[in-house]
């Protein structure tokens, strides 16, 4: 079992519509979480984190953290085709030193006009 | 966030040479990492750059074939030696900041022929 897992997509919405990226983690001492976006041939850019149980809003952007069940997720409202990238979950380990980020396989996402 | 950049962006290099990687950031951070993004793949951590002491590297990555160095706190080198066409890659550098935060600069992309 991976540590971090996600769907690899494409998840393809339609313009202005809700997407939900999903993202469950194996490790029950995790405990930060993170979302990056990656456009083709960028580096990895953070958009969104969260700490504690329920939602985080930033913007379209709501975060939702669940830790009983180990999963998290990224909702993005009125999606725009600029949203269109690989997101990344990642997570960091209560006991691991430093600042060491496990990353899922990433989400495709394609949002068409 | 803290301003990071790399060099060089991408670079095309031989069989058996060696290239070195710089990492700049605008602040003083705490916490340097050097992580490995190949073709179409996730994000894997290479190794934590520690000021003043010798890198940590991840399972998997030894220091004879990606020696760091970490002169100060603004600075950082991840040399890739003894290259072979697998090393091609994305390398990427990221600086922790509060809170586990961690943000990547504009990635080296290296191509070994």
């Known amino acids: ?113 | 966030s803290a301003v990071i950049s790399q060099k060089p962006s991408r670079d095309i290099c031989q069989r058996g040479t060696s290239l070195t990687i710089q990492c700049q950031v605008d602040s003083q951070v705490t916490m340097m990492f050097w992580y490995r993004q190949q073709p179409g793949q996730s994000l894997t951590l290479i190794a934590t750059a520690n000021q003043g002491s010798e890198a940590t590297y991840e399972s998997g990555f030894v220091i004879d074939k990606f020696p760091i160095s970490r002169p100060n706190l603004t600075f950082s080198t991840l040399t890739v030696s003894n290259m072979s066409p697998e090393d091609s890659s994305i390398y990427l550098c990221s600086v922790e900041s509060s809170d586990y935060e961690q943000y990547f600069g504009p990635g080296t992309r290296l191509t070994v022929t």
Not at chain 1, 7 to 12: D, I
Not at chain 1, 38 to 51: A, D, H, R, V
Request: glycine share 8%; charged share 20%; aromatic share 10%.
């Open chain 1, 1 to 113: 079992q991976k540590e971090v897992e996600q769907n690899s997509g494409p998840l393809s919405v339609p313009e202005g519509a809700i997407a939900s990226l999903n993202c469950t983690y194996s490790d029950r001492g995790s405990q930060s979480f993170f979302w990056y976006r990656q456009y083709s041939g960028k580096s990895p850019e953070l958009i969104m984190f969260i700490y504690s149980n329920g939602d985080k809003e930033d913007g379209r952007f709501t975060a939702q953290l669940n830790k009983a069940s180990q999963y998290v997720s990224l909702l993005i409202r009125d999606s725009q085709p600029s949203d269109s990238a690989t997101y990344l979950c990642a997570v960091i380990h209560l006991l691991r030193q430093g600042g060491k980020l496990i990353f899922g396989q990433g989400t495709e996402l394609s949002v068409k006009p």
